[in-house]
């Protein structure tokens, strides 16, 4: 059992099916019958919709359907929701304008849906998509937080302001007291920059009405089916939730991006049931950039107190989020409660004020993208600490020692209300230190002439979100295998192999007997979806559970098959045996037999088939200390990451190869934001950066090798297995690492600021700028 248990490097099991071309992405899926829709987008950013003519479309040879947004309005399905209520600081409701499947009365961003047509083949579609012809009055649009809070331009008649919501948590006067009693302040203006998902798989779906049954079947690339199969019923349908079946099948990343409901959905599934007949959309690569669910694009004031022995009293954060047009599924709770929870990142913060306003613009929704909100507070307070440390005069290994929670402190409430439960912050920053040479690195800091080094760190600490309960359902199928029913949704994180590995632990099943069933609302009636690290916490803790069901049913099977009573049975290994005796069976066995033994009784075939819900009672906090190395090419501009340490505190691990594969893509991620990944809009709403060729993803060679190892001595202690999210956990701690290098190698020209992207034309501008020359003077 040890070679494939928990804690193990087991390869992926999934991945046989994915090289050999066995994937089954939802593009893969056709279904007979089916039909193809193609979206007409608005090319204007902002202006009133004064008809759309859809009579050449739909005349046109093969097209059976052309929505309009009209068509929505009558049926009662054009207002998609989001489902986090915020309250406004004078205690009024955030505005709720909803959001439209197909725009009807105005455009609200380029991208956005003006029809939808339906023919038999997408270059049907597309020839006919090109005959709508619509008439649109433009108006003048806001792109960006600041300019749409203090424009006349109104995104939504019905919020003044173009202002979302305008939130604070924090006591003022505590947090006033702290910093009139302060020795030093810090203050840091900061950009996170906008970015745009871009997973390898784009959006698609597959929606088919039965009409004789009046059901759905929906086959839709996600990161859970729940969700979206409420929205499909009470939205878009207006049936009973029963009668709506989602299914995902593999997913080729996700995010946080696929977690919503998208308005292209809420066409397909309409146009299938209008026409009786499958419905198929996928999404081309220039829809993604323009439609999908835009991650970041906060701007953020903070200041921080510190007493005289550099000791901090106090925080205050002010942060502009954009929302774009229309407020997305989780959108509000992004920069307010998701942020919230990490803000004092892993330091004994006394007070805090955070204030959120939000508002709407001319652009594509902002939604969760990877760490959603907890990459944009650790960034904050990490180059907050980062810049105090030079304005003090310390070091800034020191500045984070002297500040940290400690370890014997714990469980420790910070000053959001949030329980550490465990860690060990000093002894992994110590240990990254000397994995990363840092105290050796003023001997690499000048490589080669034009060539200047800088280090910097980054201490983050991550909670884990989403749901607290799970469910897992474990069968023994007619096959000879064990199936596993989960409520979570791989998007190539490994599920199919950490959860048999959990099982396997359990129950002692042969790993390749295992087989994990995702994505299907009919086999699992609930389920918490992927999202928030919180997969392995929750759905490993409900197959444990689970297994645990099924060895006391096992138990009483066996007593059946031995002869004896139940208390005289033991299980081990995947056995159940007699106690004291060599009488022994094997659980397959024992499960064939069970199932055999209750259909020749005239029972349900249960037999030890076993589902068990569980809710969690806290989440978890992983964290982790990165060091990151860049060298600049003083005549270009141009940054390198040449070296970069991780220490991560997962508790324990259940597949380390598993961990290094998140942590790897999540660090990547953080470094392309740093340096090279910006969704650039110019001020009528455009979309600059709106392809491959003028928006920077970060390949192979821009990165280096990872120096990572992970620390087990702080499992959690709020789950039974002991283990911490991690899927995140690179992108929340890269940024800032990266940011504070770059930062280290300027500052003997003077630069203490800069933001992200640090692409070489804002390094070298920095470099040859005023600051610059005057330090160099």
Request: hydrophobic content about 45%; charged content about 25%.
């Amino acid at each position: 059992m040890a070679k494939f248990g928990s804690g193990q490097p087991v390869k992926r099991l999934e991945d046989i099916r994915f090289i050999t071309g066995h994937g089954r992405y939802t593009d893969d899926i056709n279904v007979d019958g089916q039909l193809y829709g193609v979206v007409v987008r608005s090319p204007i950013a902002h202006g009133y919709l004064r008809s759309v003519d859809v009579a050449a479309a739909s005349a046109a040879p093969g097209v059976h359907a052309v929505l309009t947004g009209a068509d929505f309005d009558a049926a009662g399905a054009n207002v998609l929701p989001s489902v986090v209520p915020i309250k406004n600081r004078d205690g009024s409701d955030r505005a709720d304008p909803g959001r439209p499947v197909l725009a009807s009365d105005k455009v609200r961003f380029v991208g956005e849906g003006i029809a939808f047509v339906v023919a038999d083949s997408i270059a049907a579609a597309k020839d006919a998509a090109d005959l709508v012809t619509y008439d649109i009055d433009e108006l003048p649009a806001v792109a960006t937080s600041r300019a749409a809070m203090t424009s006349d331009v109104l995104v939504h008649d019905s919020a003044p302001g173009n202002r979302v919501f305008d939130w604070q948590f924090g006591d003022d006067a505590a947090v006033d007291a702290a910093f009139a009693g302060a020795a030093h302040v810090t203050r840091l203006e900061l950009i996170n920059n906008r970015l745009v998902a871009n997973p390898l798989e784009t959006r698609a779906i597959v929606a088919d009405w039965d009409a004789a049954e009046g059901k759905l079947d929906v086959q839709v690339c996600s990161q859970g089916v729940w969700e979206i199969k409420d929205i499909f019923a009470t939205r878009i349908l207006h049936i009973a939730p029963e009668d709506v079946r989602v299914r995902t099948a593999d997913v080729g990343g996700g995010f946080g991006m696929k977690i919503f409901f998208y308005p292209e959905y809420g066409m397909a599934a309409f146009a299938a049931r209008k026409l009786a007949r499958p419905v198929k959309w996928t999404a081309d690569r220039s829809e993604g950039f323009l439609a999908d669910a835009g991650g970041r694009d906060h701007v953020t004031s903070a200041e921080m107190a510190f007493d005289e022995d550099h000791r901090i009293l106090g925080m205050r954060v002010h942060t502009l989020a954009n929302m774009g047009a229309h407020l997305s599924y989780f959108a509000p709770f992004i920069p307010t409660g998701a942020a919230l929870k990490v803000l004092c990142g892993v330091y004994d913060v006394k007070h805090l004020v955070y204030r959120v306003e939000a508002a709407f613009t001319n652009t594509a929704s902002v939604d969760a993208y990877r760490g959603a909100g907890r990459p944009e507070s650790i960034y904050c307070i990490e180059r907050l600490i980062e810049k105090a440390a030079r304005e003090l005069g310390v070091d800034r290994v020191d500045l984070r020692r002297r500040n940290f929670v400690r370890t014997e402190a714990m469980p420790f409430e910070t000053a959001v209300g949030e329980v550490y439960d465990s860690g060990a912050f000093a002894t992994v920053m110590e240990r990254c230190i000397q994995r990363a040479d840092w105290v050796g690195f003023e001997g690499r800091r000048r490589p080669a002439p034009g060539k200047r080094r800088g280090i910097g760190m980054c201490y983050y600490i991550e909670a884990t979100m989403g749901s607290p309960s799970e469910t897992a359902d474990i069968r023994f199928e007619e096959d000879g295998a064990v199936s596993i029913g989960v409520g979570t949704q791989s998007n190539g994180q490994g599920h199919e192999t950490a959860y048999a590995q959990v099982l396997h632990d359990k129950l002692g099943v042969p790993i390749d007997k295992i087989r994990v069933v995702q994505g299907d609302s009919d086999r699992i009636p609930l389920g918490g979806g992927t999202g928030g690290s919180r997969s392995l916490t929750a759905q490993g803790v409900a197959i444990r559970h689970a297994a645990d069901e099924v060895i006391k049913k096992g138990k009483v099977h066996a007593a059946q098959d031995f002869e004896v009573a139940p208390a005289d049975v033991a299980f081990e290994a995947g056995v159940f045996s007699v106690v004291g005796t060599d009488r022994r069976i094997d659980i397959l066995e024992l499960g064939a037999k069970a199932k055999s033994m209750a259909m020749f009784a005239g029972a349900e075939p249960e037999g030890l088939d076993a589902a068990e819900t569980i809710t969690l009672d806290a989440w978890t906090f992983p964290n982790g200390c990165h060091i990151a190395e860049v060298e600049i090419d003083e005549a270009t501009g141009v940054t390198e990451v040449v070296r970069y340490t991780i220490v991560d505190d997962f508790g324990q691990v259940v597949n380390p190869l598993l961990v290094a594969g998140q942590v790897h893509g999540g660090t990547v991620q953080g470094i392309g934001q740093a340096l090279l990944e910006h969704a650039v809009f110019d001020e009528t709403g455009q979309m600059l950066s709106g392809s491959f060729m003028d928006y920077a993803m970060p390949r192979a060679d821009d990165v280096p090798l990872f120096d990572l190892s992970t620390f087990d001595g702080a499992p959690c202690k709020s789950n039974e297995m002991g283990v911490k999210g991690c899927g995140e956990a690179g992108s929340v701690g890269s940024c800032a690492a990266v940011v504070n290098a770059l930062i280290d190698a300027l500052a003997d020209l003077g630069i203490r600021e800069i933001d992200m992207p640090a692409t070489p034309q804002v390094v070298w501008d920095l470099m040859h700028g005023e600051v610059a020359k005057v330090a160099a003077e």
